[in-house]
């Protein structure tokens, strides 16, 4: 095989892994037209065929690379895959008997090898090959053939495989590691988290270890603790970009940002104009709120990688931002052409609404819109059924008698102030008046509330929700998850100031949980108008999480639940939040800053009228405007979509 052929082989085996098997299937044709009897691009061909379901054409390039080169074993492989996956198992065998005779102890033949045997029946031969195969074949064997379960969906088998490896090697760390990756797919972080900290205890030195432990933190939430892996792992490998990758990752979502915009400068020191750490530093510099520098990385990564439609997304909602006529064209482009990922697509059909909607032209701008929501609604898991039924428990558990029992006594030296309520109706607004006062600092979207709402389930059997064990908690673990909260918070706050906030929306839920673990706390709800507010979610691609906004009658099923929910808090705890209206903050912001000050005890203070002039970092869809004085063009913008909103006013009447 040539340098120039297996290259070409890379490539299409990262385009078929990136799910852009038309893109795989035209290089392969376009390079067999020069290497007419390669027979690496033949197989590879049959392989995508076979993917794609085209048995016949399949087979014809799979048995002309057999003709070209008889003892190439992987043809017959994958002829043996292209049978069984027709049903034939009769006729699959000899083809995978066949790779055995030319390469003894290949795990994926003696894996469709066994599948064959049982379609036939044949369930003692099964079992006997695969006994055989596990005691006789090696280590390195074995891994592939744990690994390749996994990614096929057999974790049963694959951890089988795995206990089988450790116990001829205890120690080995691989075998963990795919235990691991295992546990954490079937949501037993416990476990998973064992597996990690234990090839962590036997290989101390290796990076990837303190990597991997790290981006698991992480992606529980974790956030010091990961990052404090992930320093680690890159003091061990200094130059791996992989590493520093991650870390300014964690660095950003814990507010670092200044340490996450090092991470990723040094990431691209040793990977030039990587994508995704070119979007990270985009980011970065857009919360420190420098944002032509932040255009400069998302525009450097769209000419490096046009087909990552996040990108242009990041550009399309940077305030101010227009994107070009040139620009809407290769966005035009780009879809035209079919060969982007699913995300990619929805990313940019919503940078396209954007820019449309600049140029006023609403009716496509809207189409755009849509197309981006239905895309999107396709891939994230939301079920408003089950949304409804927890806040229903919530309201069932969390009843005024309830409440009037005793709660946590928590330190009361750092005082939460959590700002809460749909995403889009204000609370960026709010937090930036409030840390724009010297006694408070602004900690942003915090994930530990809904963090320690599950924890209190973590270990316990059945699928508990975690109102089930509320009744069951005394003063002293109310108070140890008060300070759990308290001690995940602080690690985001940098100053030293008495009150921080905490402006998680998703949070309204939970306000009679803060009520008795952190009883001290200031509760904020962020109102704006139904049908404003529901626009300006469908109107925007978050980052994560907010599964109910890409469903116009979802997103406002779900607007009712908020208000039915914020109106049992009223009534079980009187007085205990204070609304705040995003109309009225734009009409009289003072006086409105003055009520939010005196809720929370706080002295009135002139640079919360300021609030623009504050330097801080923002890290929310929101972080351009905060920066502006009050403008009141945005209190109606719903507006240009008027006449697309029939089905959302019908689902919003109870509050309209």
Request: glycine share 6%; proline share 5%.
């Amino acid at each position: 095989m040539t340098g120039d052929v297996r290259r070409t082989l890379d490539e299409i085996v990262q385009l078929v892994g990136r799910n852009r098997v038309g893109d795989a299937e035209k290089i392969c044709r376009e390079h067999l037209e020069i290497h007419p009897d390669e027979v690496n691009l033949l197989a590879m061909l049959g392989a995508i065929l076979i993917r794609k379901g085209a048995w016949e054409k399949a087979e014809t390039y799979l048995r002309r690379a057999i003709e070209i080169e008889p003892a190439f074993a992987k043809p017959y492989e994958h002829l043996g895959v292209l049978h069984l996956a027709r049903n034939q198992c009769r006729r699959a065998i000899p083809f995978f008997e066949k790779v055995l005779a030319l390469e003894p102890g290949q795990p994926a033949s003696i894996r469709g090898l066994i599948g064959a045997l049982k379609g036939l029946g044949r369930e003692e031969d099964a079992e006997a090959l695969r006994t055989q195969f596990m005691q006789t074949t090696s280590i390195a064997n074995l891994l592939a053939e744990a690994e390749g379960l996994r990614q096929s969906g057999n974790a049963a088998d694959a951890e089988q495989v795995c206990d089988l490896i450790l116990s001829r090697e205890p120690e080995n760390t691989d075998a963990l590691r795919i235990l691991a990756i295992i546990a954490t797919d079937d949501e037993r972080f416990v476990i998973a988290e064992g597996f990690l900290r234990r090839i962590v205890k036997l290989a101390p030195d290796r990076a990837s270890a303190l990597r991997d432990l790290g981006k698991f933190l992480g992606d529980r939430g974790r956030y010091p603790e990961a990052i404090e892996q992930l320093k680690a792992a890159a003091l061990l490998a200094p130059e791996d970009p992989g590493i520093q990758l991650h870390l300014g990752n964690m660095l950003g979502i814990a507010g670092r940002s200044k340490e996450a915009l090092a991470a990723y400068d040094q990431c691209l020191l040793h990977h030039k104009d990587d994508p995704a750490a070119l979007i990270g530093r985009g980011h970065m510099l857009r919360i420190a709120g420098r944002q032509e520098e932040a255009n400069a990385c998302y525009t450097r990564c769209a000419e490096v990688s046009p087909d990552i439609g996040s990108t242009w997304w990041y550009l399309a909602s940077l305030h101010g931002y227009a994107a070009s006529d040139a620009d809407v064209d290769r966005m035009r482009a780009q879809l035209e052409k079919g060969a982007l990922t699913p995300d990619s697509e929805v990313a940019f059909r919503f940078a396209l609404a954007r820019a449309l909607e600049k140029r006023e032209r609403f009716d496509e701008a809207w189409q755009q819109y849509s197309l981006g929501n239905a895309g999107k609604r396709a891939l994230v898991h939301y079920d408003p059924v089950k949304a409804e039924l927890d806040q229903r428990k919530i309201k069932e558990v969390f009843t005024q008698e309830f409440l009037a029992t005793p709660s946590a006594n928590p330190p009361t030296d750092l005082t939460p102030i959590f700002i809460l309520g749909m995403p889009r109706s204000g609370s960026t607004l709010i937090e930036q008046i409030l840390a724009s006062h010297p006694l408070v600092e602004g900690a942003g979207e915090l994930p530990y509330i809904m963090m320690m709402t599950t924890s209190m389930i973590a270990n316990r059997p059945g699928s508990l929700h975690y109102t089930e064990v509320m009744g069951d908690l005394d003063t002293g673990e109310l108070t140890g998850l008060g300070r759990s909260y308290l001690h995940y918070a602080a690690t985001h706050c940098t100053a030293d100031r008495p009150c921080f906030t905490d402006k998680m929306p998703a949070n309204y839920p939970h306000v009679g949980f803060i009520r008795q673990a952190l009883p001290h706390a200031k509760v904020i709800d962020a109102r704006r108008d139904p049908l404003a507010t529901c626009v300006a979610n469908y109107r925007q691609l978050f980052a994560q999480g907010k599964n109910q906004t890409y469903d116009l009658t979802e997103l406002g099923e779900y607007y009712l639940q908020y208000c039915a929910m914020m109106t049992h808090w009223d009534k079980v705890l009187p007085g205990y939040v204070l609304h705040i209206q995003y109309e009225d903050v734009v009409v009289d912001l003072e006086a409105q800053v003055r009520r939010i000050l005196e809720f929370c005890g706080l002295p009135f203070d002139p640079a919360c009228l300021e609030f623009h002039r504050n330097e801080r970092p923002v890290n929310t869809a929101s972080a351009e405007q905060v920066r502006e004085p009050i403008y009141t063009s945005a209190v109606e913008f719903w507006k240009n979509y008027d006449p697309y909103l029939d089905e959302l006013r019908e689902v919003l009447a109870p509050v309209l």
